[in-house]
């Protein structure tokens, strides 16, 4: 009985560092008016932060295209995350800076 328990915390245990890794999804940098990098490829329920590094230019974050997330508002510094929880490709553009664009790809 106690190696039953004690098998079962184990793999309750591994699960949660999986799933901890798997939720990690990488960091889209906004500097010199591009993003960076321009394409993220991450699993579902991962989470990505936009960071700002143009101190002295704004930029936003808005989605286009068919799959669509909660749009980021003009901003120089800081950072804001986005969950994605559903496959696809999502397509985002600055629309401060024509030809500032970018996509993550959630499998």
């Known amino acids: 009985m106690r190696l039953l328990a004690l098998c079962a915390i184990s793999a309750a245990a591994v699960g949660g560092q999986v799933a901890a890794s798997q939720a990690s999804g990488g960091t889209v940098t906004l500097r010199n008016i591009a993003f960076a990098p321009k394409s993220l490829s991450i699993s579902r329920g991962s ?6 590094r143009d101190e002295n230019t704004s930029h936003n974050v808005t989605s286009t295209g068919a799959k669509r997330f909660t749009a980021i508002s003009d901003r120089q ?3 804001r995350s986005r969950r ?6 999502y397509r ?12 993550i790809t959630v499998r």
């Open 47 to 52: 989470t990505v932060t936009f960071s700002w």
């Open 92 to 103: 985002y553009v600055c629309t401060l800076h024509p030809g500032m664009s970018g996509r």
């Open 77 to 79: 510094t800081g950072s």
């Open 84 to 89: 994605f929880t559903k496959a696809g490709t």
